[in-house]
C-alpha cells in the first residue's frame, strides 16, 4: 500500500513540474526545466523540451567536483533552443564534469539561448 501511495505522489508531482515548464516566459520555463535537471536529478531525456515539447533535451553540467557548483547547458537537440545557467549546485545524481580538465567538458552545440 505504501508504495503504491509514494508512487501516486512520486506521479503527481512529476505532472506538476511538468505542467511548470508549460506556463511562464520562455526563460522561466528553460529555468525550470534546468533546475529539475541539475538539483531534482531528472534525466535529460525523461523532460520535454518547453518549446517544441520533444523529450530529445540535453544537458551538460560543469564545475568543482568537490563542491558540486559549477554551471549547467540545457538544450533541445530538436528545435536546438536552450538555457545557459552558473551558479549551480548538482545532485548528487547529475553528471558533473570537472572544469579542472577542459577536455572533458563535452563540447555542446550552437543553440538559441533564451534570456530573461
Do not use: N
Amino acid at each position: 500500500m505504501k508504495k503504491k501511495a509514494k508512487t501516486k505522489a512520486k506521479a503527481e508531482a512529476e505532472a506538476e513540474a511538468e505542467a511548470e515548464t508549460r506556463t511562464g516566459s520562455a526563460f522561466s520555463r528553460w529555468s525550470v526545466l534546468a533546475g529539475r535537471i541539475v538539483s531534482a536529478g531528472i534525466r535529460p531525456e525523461e523532460a520535454s523540451c518547453p518549446r517544441c515539447g520533444s523529450r530529445t533535451v540535453q544537458c551538460v553540467v560543469a564545475g568543482d567536483t568537490v563542491t558540486r557548483v559549477g554551471y549547467a547547458r540545457c538544450w533541445c537537440a530538436t528545435c536546438l533552443h536552450g538555457i545557459h545557467v552558473s551558479r549551480v549546485r548538482a545532485a548528487e545524481g547529475c553528471p558533473l564534469h570537472s572544469w579542472a580538465d577542459p577536455d572533458a567538458v563535452p563540447d555542446t552545440p550552437l543553440f538559441h539561448e533564451v534570456h530573461p
